[in-house]
């Protein structure tokens, strides 16, 4: 949708310093509103550190992270207010209940999307459940609908997860290394549900897997100690003598 103008997200000139170390330094670029985007960058590159600070869980000493058309100043809002700004962060590793089927879960995350007082007084109406039903299908578990959480694969429980956050309707989500454990199958599939949300809000990935980040076909932002190095597509930066240079520990 590269139609529409102004981007989501803008990092500008932002710094954080952890005893004394700069972890993130003059870090300047910016998210469009409907693309996909990979980073990726040498271990201790700022690649969390730059998520932390997008969802609010680290202050940065300078610079500033504007959101949305308003471009609101994210920085010193809370994580709880980001999150209902419109922005989810996917971890690593899945917190399912496991317990619950797969439909439990998604219906929570629609419902919990509506704030505690729906909460309270819910039943879940026809459009609810036609949404877990529709949020089952995105994630490729149509199938697994009813089975226990507990029982689904390491990837299967990642797309549930990834479901979760998508039944919150998110603007940006930010996924961190999500093909991590998975089988190649398994990747294939996390590719196809990300490219898909990709094409109505905006998607950053960071990951280590660069066969995964090739499958994504996407602009790719590479981060070193703390500052953009490189940005294109995958080609373009892994062509960089400077890339090559960090990634081989020159
Ligand atoms: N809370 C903290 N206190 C001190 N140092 C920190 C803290 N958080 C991060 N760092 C340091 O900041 C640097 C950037 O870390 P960060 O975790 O953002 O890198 P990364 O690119 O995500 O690395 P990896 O690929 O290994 O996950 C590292 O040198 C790390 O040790």
Redesign the pocket.
Known sequence: MTELKGQLLEVSGVSVT??G?R?INNLSFSIGPAEMRAII??????????MDIVTGKTRPDEGHVLWGEKSINLIGMNEARIAQAGIGRKFQRPTVFEDQSVYDNLLMAVKNARGPFSVLLYRPSFKDRGRVEQLASEIGLAEEIHRKSGELSHGQKQWLEIGMLLAQEPRLLLVDEPAAGMTLAEREQTTDILVEAAKTRAVVV?E?DMEFVRRLNCKVTV?HE?SVLAEGSLDHVTANQQVIDVYLGR
């Not at 960058?41 to 730059?50: E, I, M, S």
């Open positions: 952890f005893d170390f972890a960058g040498p271990n201790g590159a700022g690649k969390t550190t730059f960071v280590h981060l703390g």
